[in-house]
């Protein structure tokens, strides 16, 4: 059974630093397709870092300069190092595998989500 499960979340001052981590399990070989979306309440959940499995990334422009993904196949991890925070950057971050890229940040044709960890900017 596939399993995403993240960690690393908590509040930061702006301007602050963050890394968030997904741990896979089940899966035996690394999916096409791994990112990193957030999601705030009463908005859709959007895609903040993508990374294929030729470690190829993409960012949105809100994001790109300050976070960055990475991936780690021994200790099948997926890695999200978010600096100089804003408060707009809080929300809660969920790690997904999926099957095709999509838009700059994201991947479509999610397979697995993680259950999210919270994120929170405080000025």
């Known amino acids: 059974q596939v399993q995403l499960e993240e960690s690393g979340g908590g509040s930061v001052q702006v301007g602050g630093s963050l890394t968030l981590s997904c741990l896979t399990s089940?899966?035996?070989?690394?999916?096409?397709?791994m990112a990193w979306f957030r999601q705030v309440q009463g908005k859709e959940r959007e895609g903040v870092a993508r990374?294929?499995?030729?470690?190829?990334?993409s960012y949105p422009d809100s994001v790109k300069g300050r976070f960055t993904i990475s991936r780690d196949s021994v200790k099948k991890s997926l890695y999200l190092q978010m600096n100089s925070l804003k408060p707009e950057d809080t929300g809660k971050y969920f790690c997904?595998?999926?099957?095709?890229?999509?838009?700059?940040?994201?991947?479509?044709?999610?397979?697995?989500w993680g259950k999210g960890t919270l994120v929170n900017i405080s000025s």
């Open positions: 997904a595998a999926g099957r095709m890229y999509g838009s700059r940040g994201a991947c479509i044709g999610i397979d697995n």
């Open positions: 089940g899966y035996s070989d690394w999916p096409y397709c």
């Open positions: 990374i294929l499995r030729d470690d190829a990334t």
